[in-house]
């Protein structure tokens, strides 16, 4: 069994302009930061945000914590600012742990990605992320997604954006998110098929608590590994609703005790607790207590 990624159940976006919330998220009990030097950063603000990032990264005030870039996207003119290379140059030398790439629409945005990487002498380590934030990138998710299979691949997580997905796809906001189900669900069938992790989008009410729990619950169940936060007061309930239960603790260890068995080796199927259990939920098992 391959060594699981980290826990990615709660993925904060801090402004990286702002010291004061940079230094708030180092202090939260988050699994990771997005540092986002786009959407959150005005235009005549974004060397300083850059400054800001690479500050953050160089003083170790996340350790233990995933640090990821939000950069800018591709420049879509020719005359246009390339704001995307001025960040890499800024941030690749500090060392996060990934860059979050937006706008993604093609697998030859992915291609684009990798090789700004490449470009910028970014260290092998370095992963690369994907904001899922537009209707062709929906489109085209199967193949975005298989980009993993490279064998020079960083590609190591997709980030839903359903904000500007429920915007480009001239929706009605809803709780239910009824049309972004199809969006959604094959974003994390893709991400499955192809051995990435996937977070769910942001929720925006950030005093509607329960709306908050509701939509964890709802991305859970559609298989997501985590949300993606705008406030620090949705950590706690990210971190509990995407932790396995103490029930799936249990049930979790009892099937992998079962399975350990002398008696037991080599068999596909036995009996666990009165039900018919297969290899198959062995592995599941093992995989969860891997995560808690």
Known sequence: MSVPSPRRRSVLYVPAINERALAKAATLPVDAVILDLEDAVAPEAKAEGRSRARAALES????????????????ESGDAPDLLADDLAEIVQAGPQAILFPKIRTPADV???QSALDHHFADESIRVWL???TPMAVLR??????????????LACLVMGTNDLVKDMRLPSTPSRLALLHALSASVLAARAYGLDIL???YGAITDSAG???????GKGLGFDGKTLIHPGQVEAANRLFSPSEADLAEAMAIIAAFELPENAGKGVITVAGR???????EIAKRLVLRR
């Open 111 to 113: 291609e684009r990605a």
């Open 212 to 218: 908050f729990e509701a939509e964890c619950l709802q």
């Open 60 to 75: 170790g005030i996340f350790a233990g914590k995933e640090v990821v870039i939000r950069v800018n996207g591709f420049p």
């Open 141 to 154: 998710i199967a193949d975005i997604a298989a980009m993993a299979e490279a064998e020079d691949t960083r």
């Open 276 to 282: 018919m259990t297969e290899r198959l939920h062995y």
């Open 131 to 133: 904001m899922i934030e």
């Open 200 to 202: 769910d989008g942001v």
